[in-house]
């Protein structure tokens, strides 16, 4: 019998994945990878485990994987700056192929011969999955069941499941599409679908709207060391508990809303609202350090960086050589970057107000208009006479 290793939600969709393929001769086995997605713990996770069993599951992997992916996807993307398109913070992107690794992982040691996804033909997260797993392992055979089964609705695929006694939340229809982990949340699908509307208070899950946020500003002091967040106001937190704690924080103050209408990777144009709280905050005092501490070149040259950088992670090359080769350069580049910035979040916005660094390279004597002056602005005039000659030629 071939043995599948299926990346399982514990979702409509994934569940009747699992009958599907054990109808079709598979052992199927369910890997549950814990992003931050709110699980919860105990009821939840035997919950999710139990309905995989009862669609077909002989076996359920559950990991939480969430320092790892703080630590190898969450921290590099901050200290590149990526961000996709201007706006996307790129938290599900991030995400797939740190699943897919282990999908491989557990294929290998399950003597599995392939792995299996529960996303559409029309989006970005199958060619994520599927990319990650050909580059580590390109003998691994990857079945897409959503892409050609015979189901043409959600409520054909309930219909199946109650069929097939497999324990489902049988609510009304879900109004979003929506992913979900401690970087961030993406939604998608119902009104959102609709760009002449704004989108409905209740698409998102996190974040305040700017007329229910607070009316008086919060203040937050982050302090980075070479570009990693190690302090708020001065007291120290795991990675994971300043992500969850800036969330909060940052979710009161209706801050990290965005909504995009995005290129994706298939060709479609598709709009998405997104909540990234936390990694809005850190971005922005990330950048504000980055500003104070890069010289001009360097400053300008990492835009470029990122940007492709930043491509790199929508499209699922994460484990590409160029990827790798950037992260080289990005550390490099952050090795000055530590210092404290305070920000001011209000109604939404989130902007820098005061910026600190042992490795600042802002000069007031060289910067004021004020007497302690001691740029020598005579030399200016050769500067300029040599800077524009080629074009007063
Ligand atoms: N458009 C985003 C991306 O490609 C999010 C995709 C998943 N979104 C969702 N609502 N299920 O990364």
Request: hydrophobic content about 40%.
């Amino acid at each position: 019998m071939k043995k599948v290793i299926l990346a399982y939600s514990g979702g409509l969709d994934t569940s009747c994945i699992v009958r599907w393929l054990v109808d079709r001769g598979y052992e199927v086995i369910c890997f549950v990878a814990d992003l931050g997605q709110g699980l919860g713990k105990g009821e939840d996770l035997k919950k999710i485990e139990e309905r995989a069993k009862a669609a077909g599951a002989s076996k359920v992997y559950i990991k939480d994987l969430q320092d790892e992916f703080i630590d190898d996807f969450i921290v590099p993307a901050l200290k590149a700056g990526a961000i996709y398109e201007g706006k996307y913070l790129l938290a599900t992107a991030l995400g797939r192929p740190l699943i897919a690794k282990h999908l491989v992982d557990i294929a290998h040691k399950e003597k599995a011969q392939a792995v299996a996804h529960g996303c559409t033909g029309k989006g970005n997260d199958q060619v994520r999955f599927e990319v990650t797993v050909n580059i580590l392992d390109p003998k691994l055979e990857i079945l897409a069941p959503v892409r050609e089964w015979e189901f043409k609705s959600r409520e054909e695929e309930i219909e199946y499941a109650l069929s097939n006694n497999i324990p489902i939340d049988v609510t009304k229809k879900k109004p979003y599409s929506i992913d979900r982990n401690i970087w961030g949340i993406s939604i998608e699908a119902g009104v959102l679908e609709d760009l002449e509307q704004e989108p409905p208070e209740d698409a998102y899950l996190i974040t305040k709207s700017q007329n229910h946020a607070s009316g008086y500003p919060k203040y937050l002091e982050i302090t980075f060391e070479k570009g990693v967040p190690k302090k708020i106001d001065g007291k120290a937190y795991s990675l994971k508990d300043l992500i969850i704690y800036l969330n909060e924080v940052g979710g009161c103050y209706g801050v990290g809303r965005a909504d995009l209408v995005e290129n994706r990777l298939v060709g479609i144009k598709s709009r998405e609202i997104y909540e990234a709280p936390a990694g809005t905050i850190l971005y922005t005092a990330h950048k504000e350090l980055e500003s104070l501490v890069f010289d001009r070149e360097l400053a300008h040259f990492k835009e470029i960086i990122t940007l492709k950088y930043s491509e790199l992670v929508y499209y699922g090359l994460w484990y590409s050589s160029l990827k790798t080769a950037l992260d080289g350069f990005v550390n490099v580049t952050q090795k000055q970057v530590s210092g404290k910035i305070r920000l001011k979040l209000f109604k939404g916005t989130c902007v820098a107000v005061s910026r600190k660094s042992e490795n600042s390279l802002y000069k007031k004597e060289l910067s004021t208009y004020g007497k302690e002056d001691k740029f020598d602005q005579k030399l200016a005039e050769g500067f300029i006479r040599l800077w524009g000659m080629p074009y007063r030629k």
